[in-house]
């Protein structure tokens, strides 16, 4: 089936460090959102990227969106132990239907 | 408050028996989804519902049947013929918007079923 890319699939940092995951898509998204799932939990929302080029912010955490529209990242900068878990992309696709497709994941683990 | 509720949080089975998983909203959301989680990795589509009465079957749905009576409800049932059911489910819902903005998708706690 339809699948986004996400890489590292894993990541391991010392606490303090900067975290990076990417989210690839062959196709044009119409826009991105960004969950993050925290171990033995339920994905939850972060954010939703629409425009070509957008970057937004949440405190320590960035995220842009491609020129293309093909592409997004996440930046996590000086990770804390509460940064732990895994981050998703999703593309939501409505024409014709009305589902979320969700990328394979990074995994963060942050070491104290 | 407002939420989604998967019920219940740990369900063992025998093979050869369907189970069926709960999962009630009342944010008064149109669309409903279910997805399977397997141990580090990503979430895969089973089956999803825009609207009371009709659903559609999504990447992974052979052995799996589902159905939406309520708009409130969509259980989902993991049937015998499923090879491999032992996994993470997580239900979700979501406002359907026709526009370049998309509401996010808010999850249940998931329910972990283990077959044996």
């Known amino acids: 089936g339809q699948q986004v890319m996400q890489i590292p699939q894993y990541q391991h940092v010392q606490e303090g460090e900067d975290f990076t995951t990417y989210c690839n898509s062959s196709?044009?998204?119409?826009?991105i959102q960004w969950y993050k799932q925290r171990p033995g939990g339920h994905p939850v929302f972060l954010i939703q990227l629409v425009k070509s080029g957008e970057v937004k912010k949440q405190k320590r955490l960035t995220f842009q969106f491609g020129e293309a529209k093909k592409n997004s990242s996440l930046h996590i900068t000086a990770t804390q132990t509460t940064d732990v878990g895994t981050y998703f992309c999703a593309e939501p696709i409505t024409s014709g239907t009305y589902k979320y497709i969700f990328g394979t994941g990074t995994r963060l683990k942050v070491l104290a | 408050d407002g939420g989604i509720t998967q019920s219940p949080k740990y369900l063992f089975r025998k093979e050869g028996q369907n189970v069926t998983l709960s999962c009630e909203q009342n944010?008064?959301?149109?669309?409903m989804y279910w997805y399977r989680q397997d141990p580090g990795q990503g979430l895969r589509l089973i089956y999803y519902s825009q609207i009371v009465n009709d659903f559609q079957k999504g990447d992974i749905a052979e052995g799996y049947s589902v159905s939406r009576e309520k708009k409130e409800s969509f259980p989902l049932t993991v049937t015998s013929a499923q090879k491999n059911p032992t996994a993470f489910y997580l239900c979700?819902?979501?406002?359907?918007?026709?526009?370049?903005?998309?509401?996010?998708?808010?999850f249940g706690n998931g329910t972990r079923l283990t077959v044996t």
């Open positions: 944010l008064n959301h149109d669309a």
């Open positions: 196709t044009t998204l119409s826009n």
């Open positions: 979700a819902s979501t406002l359907r918007q026709e526009s370049s903005y998309n509401s996010p998708l808010h």
